[in-house]
């Protein structure tokens, strides 16, 4: 029997990458949750297969509403679920903290208490974040499965609750579910609100002559260990089909590449025949408090999986900015400059 895959956020970036990763690696029939006004440029490749039904299926489905996720599970039983789906930016929950915990948290619940009544065997991957380590004092850096929560936005409690919510229903209902704290992953499609992602956009504008040369950014003194989001979708499928992973386990997992915001900027610069390019600090682009130090430790998921990133930061910031070169020269000047 062909295993089957439901993905919340197929659209999204991670989700996208996810579902051409399995189409490309497995012989998965993979389902999808988006909602009707979901933009469908990152799944724009698999249009001719979603549209003859083939191996491809999209359902309509808002998370924060409950009959609305109940029709995609009573549509069949998955062996598989990606739970993605979320409100993922952090600045945007200090403007947005309801919406961002009715998403994150009540979206999240409310895939879970289907997936006991309808999915029951499916193994579950349940996408929470590196943000829920918050400040991290520097004696616990890099951060383990073990260091305690500290979060530092509403975004970040909002994927704390996440985590446990998936932790509750594998101990208290049996579920098979493991839960990832992702450091930064990143690569085309990456949003644009994202630090390293409205960087290498803002170039694009720059060297198609839409903006001024001059880039807006936040905080520079911040430091990411980088990973690329293909790498991700390969660590996430690597996880639900460990067949050593303990139901509940929670895993951080992200690249070997550490860096400043600021080295992040100044690679993506080195890559632009415009030379003339400069940057200054924009306020508005500033934490009221900053998750600055968020380097991993993945012992435990390579332990388990032998997963080890493949690509380099490198390529992974070349992509990013070509992905917004072309974007641009195919839309022109529809993106903000933010
Ligand atoms: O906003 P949309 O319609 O384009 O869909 C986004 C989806 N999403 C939802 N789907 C159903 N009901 C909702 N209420 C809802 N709210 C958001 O989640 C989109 O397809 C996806 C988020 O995509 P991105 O913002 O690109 O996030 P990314 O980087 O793919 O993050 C994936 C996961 C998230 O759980 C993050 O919190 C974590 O990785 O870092």
Redesign the pocket.
Known sequence: MVKRALI??????????LLDYLISNTDWEVHG???W???LD?IINHLPSIDSKERIYLHY?????YA?VENVFTTCKFDYIF???????PATSFTAPLNTY???II?TENIFSNILKYSKEAIVHN?????VFGRVPKQFVPIKEETPFHPASP?AIS?CS?DLIGRYYAEANHLKVFTTR?FT?TGP???DV?MESTFAKQIALIESGHIEPIIKVGNLESVRTIAD?RD?VRAYYMLVTSENAKSGDCFNIGGTFTTTVKNILEYLLSQSENKSIKYVTDPSRLRPIDADLQVPDTTKFKRLTNWEPEITFEKTMTDLLNYWRLAISKNGYSYLSR
């Open positions: 919340s956020g197929i659209t999204g970036m991670v989700g996208s990458h949750i988006c909602r006004r979901s933009p990152n489905c808002d998370i924060t509403d609305s739970h993605l789906a979320a409100q993922s930016f009715q998403t994150n979206g996408c929470s974040s590196s943000e975004y994927k996440a992702m992953h499609r990456r949003g994202f989001v991700a």
